[in-house]
């Protein structure tokens, strides 16, 4: 059963720094590997993706990078904003449109 | 973008009703939908997965008839939890998938609390 490792459980990071949050795999039949971003009180909203034959998606302030032979992948925010404060959780997207979470990370973005 | 729209968004009600949350997705045809539960400070656990027509695959540990859950059209699946009781509190959520090995939409999520 695939498994996904997320770090770290929170972070804390001043307004215009760069948020790192980072992720871990097992299995390697994986099609997707999105990150949602949930605010209190609300659904995950999808944030970006990215497919396992891609290294790098940018998207905005928004990049993931891959490292395929580490079974590694990791969310970059730049200029992080107050508003960005949520709980990120990455994810693996199996065959059969299966999600498996990571624990997720609280960012907090101070002013 | 998708929109996936969860019904209702906060459910009290006393031990031992049966309360039904609704998911629709809004602009595309959903195949598959997912339920999701969510316990404060922790990740998503999959409930079950239903596909439209068909009964539901459900994780191991939940009990199916205790959660009933019914995919009767491309666009909307339904959780009945049956008889509901107080450790059943907890966020719900849906998610839906208009092709297979997509990233999923999900809902708003539904805050049932059992009395």
């Known amino acids: 059963q695939q498994q996904v490792k997320q770090s770290p459980q929170s972070l804390i990071v001043q307004k215009g720094g760069i948020s790192i949050i980072n992720c871990a795999y097992e299995?390697?039949?994986?099609?997707?590997f999105p990150w949602y971003q949930q605010f209190p009180g609300k659904g995950p909203a999808l944030l970006i993706a990215i497919r396992p034959d891609v290294s790098e998606k940018k998207e905005g302030r928004f990049t993931i990078s891959f490292n395929k032979s580490a079974k590694q992948f990791s969310l970059h925010i730049m200029d992080s904003q107050p508003g960005d404060s949520a709980t990120y959780f990455c994810a693996a997207l199996s065959s059969g449109s299966r999600l498996t979470f990571g624990e997720g990370t609280q960012l907090t973005v101070n002013p | 973008g998708a929109v996936v729209s969860q019904h209702p968004s906060w459910v009290i009600c006393k031990s031992g009703t049966s309360v039904k949350i609704e998911c629709r997705s809004l602009?595309?045809?959903?195949?598959?939908m997912f339920w999701y539960r969510q316990f404060p400070k922790q990740s998503l656990m999959l409930m079950a997965t239903?596909?439209?027509?068909?009964?539901?695959?459900?994780e191991q540990g939940v009990e199916k008839d205790k959660f009933l859950i019914n995919h009767a059209s491309l666009t909307l699946s339904t959780l009945t939890v049956t008889s509901a009781h107080p450790e059943d509190s907890s966020f719900y959520i849906c998610?839906?998938?208009?092709?297979?090995?997509?990233?999923?939409?999900f809902g708003d999520g539904t805050r049932l609390s059992i009395l």
């Open positions: 299995n390697t039949a994986i099609d997707y």
């Open positions: 239903s596909n439209e027509g068909s009964k539901a695959t459900y």
């Open positions: 998610s839906a998938s208009g092709q297979s090995n997509q990233p999923q939409h």
């Open positions: 602009d595309f045809q959903a195949t598959t």
